[in-house]
T-cell receptor, first 114, second 115 residues
Framework: DAGVIQSPRHEVTEMGQEVTLRCKPISGHNSLFWYRQTMMRGLELLIYFNNNVPIDDSGMPEDRFSAKMPNASFSTLKIQPSEPRDSAVYFC????????????FGQGTRLTVV | AQSVTQPDIHITVSEGASLELRCNYSYGATPYLFWYVQSPGQGLQLLLKYFSGDTLVQGIKGFEAEFKRSQSSFNLRKPSVHWSDAAEYFCAVGAYSSNTGKLIFGQGTTLQVKP
């Protein structure tokens, strides 16, 4: 398996623009997590899905952030409108809730909002 | 509430010296515990994990960790550090129930290795 695949790897956008980050979990994994990593706040869990259903979105910073998982093999994290303080590395991770509980991480998307 | 604390933000050790990275957790049930490593510009790679059984677990790259329930700790150790071990290390607890749940991370410890 290719692992968790995130795209794009790098994104530079202007303040106010919409940004969409994409994630393809490992095939067969039914839990998916979105994390944000910054120097100040470390790794923050934004939202996680189980069987394509959002379970806990309490980490989503504000209404500008939204996440979807239309099917078992794809998820998006959207920021609209983007702000400079959204600049961070965004990680997607997946796990099989019926198997070993470790999560596997993608390479991340480095977002820069100017 | 579930939480993970890594008391040391930054540690510097000499190559060949031993290493111990501390991790304390707060969780109401028996936790699933993990250590991940992150090299610059990379994602997180699992070093080792603890679910149950033997409290001393072995991982990749010569790392081991010991679960101590009485101290709510899961410290990571390596007897002899290599320059390639320089990275950021994250301790995490899996707050799982009913086959769902979230993975909560500590703030991370940055390891610098001196030649």
């Amino acid at each position: 398996d290719a692992g968790v695949i995130q795209s794009p790897r790098h994104e530079v956008t202007e303040m106010g623009q919409e940004v969409t980050l994409r994630c393809k979990p490992i095939s067969g994994h039914n839990s998916l997590f979105w994390y944000r990593q910054t120097m100040m706040r470390g790794l923050e869990l934004l939202i996680y899905f189980n069987n394509n259903v959002p379970i806990d979105d309490s980490g989503m910073p504000e209404d500008r952030f939204s996440a979807k998982m239309p099917n078992a093999s794809f998820s998006t994290l959207k920021i609209q409108p983007s702000e400079p303080r959204d600049s961070a590395v965004y990680f997607c991770a997946s796990r099989n809730s019926q198997g070993d509980p470790e999560a596997f991480f993608g390479q991340g998307t480095r977002l820069t909002v100017v | 509430a579930q939480s993970v604390t890594q008391p040391d933000i930054h540690i510097t050790v000499s190559e060949g010296a031993s290493l111990e990275l501390r991790c304390n957790y707060s969780y109401g049930a028996t936790p699933y515990l993990f250590w991940y490593v992150q090299s610059p510009g990379q994602g997180l790679q699992l070093l080792l994990k603890y679910f149950s059984g033997d409290t001393l677990v072995q991982g990749i790259k010569g790392f081991e960790a010991e679960f101590k329930r009485s101290q709510s700790s899961f410290n990571l150790r390596k007897p002899s550090v290599h320059w390639s071990d320089a990275a950021e290390y994250f301790c995490a607890v899996g707050a799982y129930s009913s086959n769902t749940g979230k993975l909560i991370f500590g703030q991370g410890t940055t390891l610098q290795v001196k030649p």
